[in-house]
């Protein structure tokens, strides 16, 4: 995951999806998920768009294009992430594939078995990688992840407590948060 990751090579098929929550943007290489991202920037490279309609099982309009593999591998990302932001789904099964540093790959592992419903410190991951002086790398990395959710990077916190840092806003960290018991509601203020 070389810093700002684009996914641009042509191994890599990008697939959109909109549900309840906004437009998702799925990044596969075969039939493995190597990026997701919420809201995409309009200069990213064009994704294949989903049906318009918010449902767990949306197909992409260009479907026939894309090979078994990847659409069985997207049929079963977007349940699991329906499934996840409705509350039903704890933990992704969905196959992955990191991209990065060996200090990058480090972090997003770490972070990735953080458990449902609990929180860690930059400080906490930082000194779980081995690189105890490191928070801010490791934030940088968080910031940058590209399979934001599925490896959740939301349940980072700084050492106060406080929802700082995250990629797709404070607000949507609190959210996650919140929808999985891990703040009290949404309404806890920093």
């Known amino acids: 995951m070389p810093h700002g990751m684009k996914f641009d090579d042509p191994k890599f098929t990008k697939i959109s999806h909109r549900n309840v929550w906004g437009e998702w943007t799925f990044i596969f290489e075969g039939s493995k998920l190597c990026g997701l991202k919420f809201r995409e920037n309009t200069d990213e490279v064009k994704a294949t768009p989903s049906n318009v309609q918010a449902c767990a099982y949306a197909s992409p309009d260009s479907e026939l294009q894309i090979n078994n593999r990847v659409r069985n591998a997207y049929h079963k990302a977007v349940n699991e992430l329906n499934l996840y932001l409705a509350g039903k789904l704890c933990e992704f099964s969905i196959s992955i594939k990191i991209y990065g540093t060996e200090f990058q790959k480090k972090v997003l592992e770490v972070t990735q078995h953080i458990p449902y419903g609990k929180t860690r410190t930059y ?43 995250y990629a797709l806003g404070v607000g949507i960290k609190r959210r996650l948060l919140c929808m999985e018991g891990a703040l009290p509601n949404e309404l806890m203020l920093e």
């Open 123 to 165: 400080k906490q991951v930082a000194i779980e990688v081995g690189h105890p002086q490191a928070v801010r790398a490791v934030g940088n990395v968080l910031h940058n992840n590209p399979l934001q959710v599925v490896i959740p990077c939301h349940r980072v916190i700084d050492s106060r407590g406080h929802l700082s840092g």
